[in-house]
């Protein structure tokens, strides 16, 4: 699961906090739309719309800026779909994850001729984490919020997510966290320190991660549907691996993948991974 893909199951699982943040005030009604934007050039699994009362709040996360089509071309794309279905005033939020230097970041507007469309940007590490701080279904954006002490703020959100009564949402908040984390935070042992690996076996999101797994299976076949989703989540936990290391995991046969990934999640460093891929290619 990538981590706009994240962010999009927060919003489509907590649409009112979604709102409530980037509108500014309290919805009445707030529904999530399943649509489909089929026409080329939309991937319809990489937009969340939220109906309110009066308006559409079209939302994209982004973990580097587009650049085919460009940025502003492609909002207006989209909100001409978008309101050709559903005839009533669309508001566009493009939410950047990972700061970078790039000028798609700082554009808002579509300007061709008499053609000109708008749309709102926002840059999580430019914004107060006090925000996301106080509200528990926020807090996996706060650790790439601004700050001068980055490693105190991941502290203080873990503090937060530890908090939380709701166990299903306390699980969740932890997975989705460690995840974004990652885009700020290269020191892997310390996210999982921090906000406890055991939750991350339980979460829907980590769910998600087989789910996708298994229909990338469905598509490529088994074996090599599960050795690719196992990759992508040894990629999330120790970051990239060698080539060496890849090679070995992909030659597994299914039973020993299936092994695998029943105990990764039990791995403290990449040490411990070579050592169970040694032992499982003595038995094999």
């Not at 919805?27 to 009066?54: C, F, Y």
Request: proline share 5%.
């Amino acid at each position: 699961m990538s981590n706009d893909n994240i962010c999009k199951f927060l919003a489509e699982e907590y649409p009112r906090d979604l709102a409530r943040w980037l509108l500014g005030n309290e919805p009445q009604e707030v529904r999530v739309i399943k649509t489909e934007l089929s026409l080329k050039g939309i991937q319809a699994d990489t937009v969340t719309l939220l109906q309110t009362n009066d308006e559409i709040l079209h939302i994209e996360f982004q973990t580097l800026p587009p650049s085919d089509p460009p940025l502003p071309l492609r909002m207006l794309d989209s909100w001409v779909r978008v309101y050709r279905k559903y005839r009533c005033p669309v508001q566009q939020f493009v939410i950047f994850l990972k700061e970078t230097t790039s000028d798609a970041l700082f554009s808002e507007e579509l300007l061709v001729g008499n053609t000109r469309h708008q749309y709102h940007t926002i840059r999580l590490w430019e914004q107060d984490p006090t925000i996301f701080l106080s509200n528990p279904v926020l807090l996996p954006f706060a650790t790439l919020a601004r700050s001068d002490t980055p490693q105190q703020l991941l502290e203080q959100v873990g503090s937060e997510v530890a908090k939380i009564e709701e166990e299903n949402l306390r699980i969740n908040m932890a997975a989705a966290t460690q995840i974004l984390a990652g885009l700020r935070f290269d020191h892997r042992d310390l996210i999982h320190l921090l906000l406890g690996e055991e939750m991350m076996r339980e979460s829907v999101i980590y769910q998600q991660i087989i789910r996708e797994g298994i229909q990338i299976g469905k598509q490529k076949g088994r074996q090599e549907g599960e050795a690719t989703v196992i990759l992508h989540l040894l990629k999330r936990r120790f970051g990239s691996l060698d080539k060496a290391t890849k090679k070995l995991i992909l030659q597994l046969p299914v039973m020993s993948l299936e092994a695998l990934s029943d105990v990764l999640l039990d791995f403290s460093n990449i040490g411990d991974l070579n050592i169970w891929l040694a032992q499982e290619s003595s038995q094999n």
